[in-house]
């Protein structure tokens, strides 16, 4: 079984900057792809972001590529959403999530609690 525990959400202007962390917890932990969804109000869950276990290759949805960058650091077994230049339409719950990559997507098999991300404009 894989834990997974996000944090850094909160409010921000439009044009500024979060970082949300996601820390890994489990025996097969680092083995896991890992990557972030997003859930606007009224809306699906969408992907955001994924990266191989090494960390090297990594994927964007289109609407989130230049702005938004995926990291993970297996030392500490976590995982962060650098996310620049936010606009009014990124706020969303932000959900970490452990699977398997398919194609340029995560499929999930464990998912965090999710953390609020507000853009005011």
Request: proline content about 2%.
């Amino acid at each position: 079984q894989v834990q997974l525990v996000e944090s850094g959400g909160g409010l921000v202007q439009a044009g500024g900057s979060l970082r949300l962390s996601c820390a890994a917890s489990g025996r097969t932990a680092s083995s896991y792809s890992m990557g972030w969804f997003r859930q606007a109000p009224g809306k699906g869950r969408q992907f955001v972001a994924a990266t191989k276990w090494s960390g090297i290759t990594t994927y964007y949805a289109d609407s989130v590529k230049g702005r938004l960058t995926i990291s993970r650091d297996n030392a500490k077994n976590t995982v962060y959403l650098q996310m620049n230049s936010l606009k009014p339409e990124d706020t969303a719950v932000y959900y970490c999530a452990a699977g398997s990559v398919s194609g340029m997507t995560l499929v999930p098999q464990h998912w965090g609690q999710g953390t609020q991300v507000t853009v005011s404009s």
